[in-house]
């Protein structure tokens, strides 16, 4: 498996989920930020598949992803983005392991679950990018109020004969 690097920039398409790229290319952060993005998000990563030690490929693929560089890649996707990514589909990334599990498919050990997750991660994220489109776009559209209907208290109206006003002899006689 091994990785390629481009070395041109590619121009974003046109399609939804993309402004919200540009824009936060527009915002690219600064080293320190940089450094501390990819320190949470290996923090994360070893946390929740118990690796203690990263291989240089993953390392390397990860700065790929982060540069824009790895090959099929549209656009760089920042360390923050791919942890809130993994954070967001942790639920999707767990049943698709119980899944691989049930089907047989086995991984040789955590890093290789991993490779496999960050995969799936990566084909999301024109996904993720029109869900946070949605949830900013709900977050500034003004509030509807409530309807705000009245409760009329009434007191239902007993059209019915009470019992002792019906005569049995009378409806016999009328048979």
């Not at 290996?42 to 090959?71: A, P």
């Not at 999707?92 to 040789?108: A, C, H, M, P, T």
Request: glycine share 4%; net charge positive; proline share 5%.
């Amino acid at each position: 498996m091994g990785l390629e690097v481009v070395s041109e920039v590619v121009s974003m398409p046109k399609q939804p989920g993309f402004s919200k790229a540009n824009s936060m290319l527009k915002k690219l952060p600064t080293k320190k930020k940089t450094k501390n993005d990819k320190k949470e998000l290996l923090s994360y990563l070893s946390g929740v598949y118990s690796i203690t030690y990263f291989n240089k490929v993953f390392v390397f693929k990860l700065e790929y992803i982060h540069e824009g560089t790895l090959q099929n890649l549209q656009l760089p996707i920042p360390y923050s983005v791919l942890l809130d990514m993994f954070r967001y589909y942790k639920n999707d990334l767990e049943k698709q392991r119980v899944y691989n599990k049930k089907i047989g498919k086995k991984f040789s050990n955590q890093q290789g679950i991993l490779d496999y997750d960050l995969a799936i991660i990566l084909s999301k994220h024109s996904d993720y990018l029109i869900v946070l489109e949605d949830e900013k776009a709900r977050a500034t559209e003004p509030t509807k109020p409530q309807s705000t209907a009245k409760l009329v208290n009434y007191t239902p109206v007993n059209n019915a004969v009470s019992n002792d006003e019906i005569n049995i002899d009378e409806m016999l006689e009328d048979w």
